[in-house]
Structure formats: structure tokens, C-alpha cells
């Protein structure tokens, strides 16, 4: 069975209804499939550089804080604030499944708390 048969079997299996694969041999179809599977090859070899490149810098955490081993997950957070007001907090995720990008940070207001808040308990678990 050829890998295009079995792509069809997988996707129709999926979908519930019969799906046909088809692969273009001349064209405008087939330079956007040629344009398609460049742009795969291109992502590919990014995110391999990307993971590389972030295992050795959390090897450096590990080394340079003795830890075990290295990290599989860093979250940074930062809150700040114009002399008290518009209080706006942000946070980044770094690691090997989750790479620092726009996508993975968020920003969320602050709320003001006062000495109170702090002696009381975490409404959840921080860990």
C-alpha cells in the first residue's frame, strides 16, 4: 500500500467520510504543492534549530544552578505600574515545547492589593 493510500485511509478513517488524495503532476496546482512542501522543509528546519538552541541555554540554567537536570519548562513573569496606576502584569513560557514567541506571552491588568492579601492564603496551589 503506498503512503498516498494510506493518507487517504488515515483522513477518511478521521473524517467519517471517503477522502481522496490527490497529487498534482503539472501546473499551478502542483507549483502551490512545491511552494507548500518548501515552506514544511523551511518550518522544520527552524523549529530543529529552534529546540537545539534552546536545550543547550536550559543546560546553562541547569549548570549555572546546579540543578539535577535542566528545566523542561521557565515562566517569567513582570508586573508594572505608572506611580500606582494602570498596573498591567506579563508573562513569558520558555522552554523545549513551549520556545519564547508572541504567542506563548500574555499580559493581564493587576488588581491592587493591600498587606492583608498578602497574609492570606493562595486560593490555589502556586506549584
Same mark, same amino acid.
Given at each position: 500500500? /503506498?503512503?498516498?493510500?494510506?493518507? %487517504?485511509?488515515?483522513?477518511?478513517? &478521521?473524517?467519517?467520510?471517503?477522502?481522496? $488524495?490527490?497529487?498534482?503532476?503539472?501546473?499551478?496546482?502542483?507549483?502551490? $504543492?512545491?511552494?507548500?512542501?518548501?515552506?514544511?522543509?523551511?518550518?522544520?528546519?527552524?523549529?530543529?534549530?529552534?529546540?537545539?538552541?534552546?536545550?543547550?541555554?536550559?543546560?546553562?540554567? %541547569?549548570?549555572?544552578?546546579?540543578?539535577?537536570?535542566?528545566?523542561?519548562?521557565?515562566? $517569567?513573569?513582570?508586573?508594572?505600574?505608572?506611580?500606582?496606576?494602570?498596573?498591567?502584569?506579563?508573562?513569558? $513560557?520558555?522552554?523545549?515545547?513551549?520556545?519564547? &514567541?508572541?504567542?506563548?506571552? /500574555? /499580559?493581564?491588568?493587576?488588581?491592587?492589593? /493591600?498587606?492583608?492579601?498578602?497574609?492570606?492564603?493562595?486560593?490555589?496551589?502556586?506549584?
Amino acid at each position: 500500500m /503506498s503512503e498516498q493510500d494510506l493518507l %487517504a485511509q488515515a483522513l477518511s478513517e &478521521r473524517t467519517g467520510r471517503k477522502v481522496d $488524495v490527490a497529487c498534482p503532476k503539472r501546473g499551478e496546482k502542483k507549483e502551490l $504543492v512545491d511552494h507548500a512542501l518548501t515552506n514544511a522543509r523551511e518550518a522544520l528546519g527552524r523549529r530543529l534549530a529552534e529546540t537545539s538552541s534552546q536545550a543547550r541555554l536550559l543546560k546553562g540554567v %541547569a549548570e549555572a544552578f546546579d540543578l539535577p537536570q535542566p528545566p523542561r519548562r521557565i515562566e $517569567v513573569y513582570d508586573n508594572s505600574h505608572i506611580m500606582g496606576t494602570n498596573a498591567v502584569g506579563g508573562m513569558i $513560557v520558555a522552554g523545549l515545547e513551549a520556545s519564547p &514567541r508572541v504567542s506563548t506571552a /500574555s /499580559s493581564t491588568s493587576s488588581r491592587k492589593i /493591600s498587606a492583608a492579601d498578602l497574609r492570606k492564603p493562595p486560593a490555589r496551589p502556586v506549584c
